[in-house]
């Protein structure tokens, strides 16, 4: 069998584990995609998983209920890009699907939900609201206020957390472990043994015949 | 190299999986089974390869090895490939599940066309197994970029544009692998000749 015999050739040995090794570089082949509401605008941030922002890469923004393009656009040389909420998706607050391409068959996605860029509670309440008590005017006043300032709040927050949610977006990117590649070459080992054994079991079940 | 999910269309996805099913039932069946733990490791090398990127320009790329699988195992590094391209899907999420096919017949057809056209050589001379290596280091890769821009060409993904930019950005590492193959090859024939002549009595 050849293993034991490059095994036991030292060279041949230091040149396998030196592939082996390399991995520690990290990779960067696929697209890392993270997008966040603030406001009005939606910023796309694009790049490879080791931080290099992906330089023009093509952003197309699908409406996720039907399916439709709604914009496309270029990203600047530091893989930002912004847009403002199309109408019409707030309109039917439907959810935003950005596509990310890197135009070499690379390609990753992000999806924003409505309720992250609708006005908090908008459904339905928000608009019945002040419009039911008009007659109570110091109470409407302060419900208006009230909800004037959660708005408020609720952009500021936004802004203040969006740092922290790219962090988080970044931790939870999936980069290949010692755990992955090694778990990857068992089961190349472990597949090679499977074919080697149903090789030999095959003379055996003819002779039971 | 690898094309992620959600890029191509439905023709192109399910010929690449008719044809590398082809590919895979054909190595297999031309499989020295002897040599299975040989077929295993280069699958394991061709399985982390992929991790050694090279930043190029705005993109990066990374080792394939497909040119050395093809040299070493002919027929055999379809499979091999096949393989160790699932696991990377699963694994480091390159690729995926669905373009397994496309994917698969993109690396393993040049590594394999290759491999075979360029084995004679190995037998003769030792610079002519160098250059051997170098070619088909070099030339599986050009081809898995040609057959990569054709298959985003037929997903209208900009055939030109893809082209242009495959095929420069996979220029210098071109050149690695080659140079890389070049090496493992003349290595080989000086400490593990066997690795080299076993295949070729077929």
């Known amino acids: ?209 | 190299m690898h094309i992620s999910e959600g890029v191509l269309t439905a023709p192109v996805l399910i010929g690449g999986a008719v044809l590398t099913a082809v590919g895979t039932t054909v190595g297999l069946k031309k499989l020295d089974y002897d040599r299975i733990m040989t077929v295993s490791l280069l699958s394991a090398a061709f399985f982390v390869a992929s991790l050694i990127h090279v930043p190029v320009g705005p993109g990066s790329v990374h080792l394939l090895l497909g040119g050395l699988l093809g040299l070493l195992l002919g027929w055999g590094a379809f499979p091999a490939i096949v393989v160790a391209l699932l696991l990377q899907a699963v694994f480091f999420q390159y690729g995926g599940i669905v373009v397994l096919g496309v994917n698969g017949f993109n690396i393993g057809g040049p590594a394999v066309l290759c491999g075979l056209s360029l084995r004679p050589l190995l037998k003769g001379s030792k610079k002519q197994g160098m250059t051997a290596g170098f070619l088909a280091g070099c030339c599986s890769m050009l081809l898995s970029a040609l057959l990569m821009a054709g298959a985003l060409f037929f997903s209208d993904q900009g055939f030109l544009h893809a082209a242009v930019i495959l095929l420069t950005s996979h220029l210098p590492v071109m050149l690695i692998e080659g140079l890389i193959t070049m090496f493992v090859v003349g290595f080989l024939a000086r400490v593990q000749p066997e690795i080299l002549s076993l295949d070729t009595r077929k």
């Open chain 1, 1 to 209: 069998m050849p293993l034991p015999s490059i095994l036991a050739n030292k060279k041949l040995f230091l040149l396998l584990a030196c592939l082996f090794l390399f991995p520690s570089q990290g990779l960067a082949h696929k697209i890392r995609v993270f997008a966040w509401v603030s406001g009005d605008t939606v910023t796309v941030e694009s790049g490879f998983a080791d931080n290099r922002p992906l330089i023009k890469g093509e952003i197309t923004v699908i409406d996720n209920k039907k399916g439709t393009v709604l914009l496309q656009g270029i990203g600047d040389e530091n893989g930002i890009f912004t847009f403002a909420v199309p109408d019409q998706a707030r309109a039917e607050a439907s959810d935003l699907l950005i596509i990310v391409s890197g135009g070499e068959g690379h390609q990753n996605q992000w999806l924003i939900p409505a309720t992250e860029y609708l006005p908090q509670g908008d459904g339905s309440t928000p608009e019945t609201m002040p419009s039911l008590p008009p007659a109570a005017s110091p109470a409407s006043s302060a419900e208006v206020d009230n909800s004037k300032l959660k708005q408020l709040i609720a952009e500021v927050l936004e802004e203040q957390l969006a740092p922290i949610r790219r962090s988080l977006a970044k931790a939870e990117e999936k980069k290949p472990t010692i755990n992955d590649i090694l778990g990857g070459i068992g089961y190349l080992i472990g597949l090679a043994g499977l074919a080697a054994w149903l090789k030999n079991r095959r003379p055996k079940g003819q002779q039971d015949k």
